[in-house]
């Protein structure tokens, strides 16, 4: 018998799927494809899940999978996995196949959730006991009878902006993935005094301000104020009573952990509609994995630091409506994230190519394995629904 072969360790790419109020509710696990067998992303992502604690940390996040050959897919395969917590996706095409229905169907009856890629036609959706629906709808809605057959949740992909959302959520859509986030609909903060106390107390927080500067900017921002009490208030921190005051806050959070969380809460601000902002949790995840990333490089505290800065002012471009050359020019920031944010140059700009995309040269490049790449991205996930619950 042959030795068996060694397959790298495999790379993920993971996208957020929210519901109709932007609240996370489940992740799409994209693995990176490397030229093998269609049956390799189920197997990639079968690697990946069964990492100790992958479920904990990603609670309480459901986790869909690709299964590209799901005739071939046996029980035993899913048996670390909990039905509670996965969901298969299989593409509409596979279906038609009556040994894919009957596998699927069995899989139904132990509990396995199967959300089919596409519109399958008459009753094969209900033979394959699959209960959802995953749509392209970008600019296409599919036919109604399709929604209704299942119970859903129905997951609309492809999600370019927020009316789209609204729009495919009246159709029968709960949840959705795309880069609405970074094509807000909303205003940005125009030219008047919220954007210009925005950059101000940016430049404070980069300039490692007294205390005493940030409360008097702060306390001109009702909405950065409340959220500020809301977290130091919030189950994260256990206090035994309550904070009222910013500079209790201070004492609470101590100055770099105010830093970060005053950084972050820029993108907290409360919309008119009353729905927080989409870009929150992916800046938290951008920081914190960039942190991360540095850390496993062995850098330094301040180092790390500034991975953070750099990761969580990628969207400010997004957030403020402004160019990145404008926001630069009115911070004081370290040469290493300036060049990260304008030219995804300089190692901070290496580390931020790889968390908007994923390549493995790259990351070997970067001196960082794919296993540990991945505890990476799994606790800045995690970061980012504790930052969520936390504002």
Known sequence: MSAPENKPFPLVELQAVSD????????????????????????????????????????????????????????SQLSALP????????????????????????????????????????????????????????????????????????LATGMPNEARIVACAEAGFSWFAGEFASNPDRDSPGDGTTRKRLLALLGLLARDADTCELEVLLKQDPSLSYHLLKLVNSAAFALTSPVHSFSQAITVLGRRQLQRWLQLLLYARQQDDGLPNPLLPLAAVRAAQMEALVRAQGGSRDQQ???????????????????????????????????????????????????????????????????????????????????????
Request: charge should be negative; hydrophobic fraction near 55%.
């Open 20 to 75: 109709a109020r932007y609240a996370w509710v489940a992740l799409l696990l994209h693995p990176v494809a490397n030229g093998e067998q269609d049956d390799a992303p189920f197997q990639a992502a079968l690697t990946l899940l069964k990492t100790p604690a992958v479920f904990d940390l990603l609670a309480p996040l459901d986790l869909v999978i690709p299964v590209a050959a799901p005739a071939r897919l046996e029980l």
């Open 83 to 154: 039905p509670n917590r996965v969901i298969l996706r299989v593409p509409a095409a596979a279906c038609a196949d009556l040994t894919t229905q009957k596998k699927l169907a069995s899989l139904a009856e132990a509990g396995y959730r199967t959300m089919i890629e596409g519109v399958t036609s008459g009753s094969t959706a209900t033979l394959c006991g699959a209960r959802a629906l995953m749509v392209d709808a970008a600019t296409t809605l599919p036919p109604m009878v399709a929604l209704v057959g299942q119970p859903g949740p129905h």
């Open 305 to 391: 630091d500034m991975a953070f800065v750099a990761g969580v002012f990628s969207l400010l471009d997004v957030l403020l409506g402004m160019t990145m050359t404008e926001i630069v020019a009115a911070l004081s920031l370290d040469l290493d994230v300036v060049m990260a944010l304008l030219d995804r140059a300089g190692p901070l700009g290496a580390l931020l190519q790889l968390v908007e995309g994923h390549d493995r040269a790259a990351l070997a490049q970067a001196g960082i394995d794919a296993e540990a790449f991945w505890q990476t991205q799994l606790h800045a996930h995690q970061w980012a629904l504790q930052v969520s619950r936390s504002l």
